[in-house]
């Protein structure tokens, strides 16, 4: 074998290396892998629970910090942790 098709058959087996990698394979082929991201908390203060809760994005997330309702008005200061460590935009502020 020659180096110019030696190298050639190198680089088509790299090729399908990276195009391999992040995908699944299933009985119709070839499918590609949802990985998406979960943002969670749950905060307790003196025996005071805010509740397991999951979001799909940042936005929602930090919204639900800011809720007294959605928290059971538990662990404020946790929460205002909380929207400081997950780097929510502007300022924490306690809705109803």
């Not at 990276?18 to 203060?45: A, H, L, N, P, Q």
Request: glycine residues 10%; negative net charge.
């Amino acid at each position: 074998m020659n180096l110019k098709v030696a190298g050639m058959a190198f680089s088509v087996l790299s090729v399908l290396v990276v195009v391999g990698c992040g995908k699944d394979s299933s009985e119709d082929g070839i499918v590609f892998e949802s990985k998406s991201e979960t943002y969670r908390y749950e905060y307790e203060s003196n025996g005071c629970n805010t509740g397991s809760h999951s979001f799909s994005n940042l936005g929602e997330l930090c919204d639900a910090l800011q809720s007294r309702a959605t928290n059971r008005g538990c662990a404020l200061s946790l929460r205002q942790d909380g929207f400081k460590d997950w780097n929510c935009p502007g300022t924490f502020q306690e809705k109803p």
